[in-house]
Nanobody, 115 residues
Framework: QVQLVESGGGLVQPGGSLRLSCAASKSIFSISLMGWYRRAPGKQRELVASFTSGGFTNYADSVKGRFTISRDNAKSTVYLQMNSLKPEDTAVYYC?????????WGQGTQVTVSS
């Protein structure tokens, strides 16, 4: 069983920044797909950002230009740098990773944007 452990969430003022981390218990060198999702109160879970093994990166329109997904293969860790945060970014953020037919989720980390 692969473990994904998220960290870096918290309370931040509008316009601030946070960096989320997702550490995998398995090497991500050969990963098929890895990304970040979020679920805001009363809403469905949505894709925030992801990348594929082919190097394709995808972002939700609402975060383009503000969020950046990156990876450190040596640390088996994926990051989500979030800048210019808005109150509507408030949500639980989840890490998702897939190796072939197997897909895993982290436990989630809360991000709250409020003054």
């Amino acid at each position: 069983q692969v473990q994904l452990v998220e960290s870096g969430g918290g309370l931040v003022q509008p316009g601030g920044s946070l960096r989320l981390s997702c550490a995998a218990s398995k090497s991500i060198f050969s990963i098929s797909l890895m990304g970040w999702y979020r679920r805001a109160p009363g809403k469905q879970r949505e894709l925030v950002a992801s990348f594929t093994s082919g190097g394709f990166t995808n972002y939700a329109d609402s975060v383009k230009g503000r969020f950046t997904i990156s990876r450190d293969n040596a640390k088996s860790t994926v990051y989500l740098q979030m800048n210019s945060l808005k109150p509507e970014d408030t949500a639980v953020y989840y890490c998702n990773a897939g190796w072939g037919p197997y897909n895993y989720w982290g436990q989630g980390t809360q991000v709250t944007v409020s003054s």
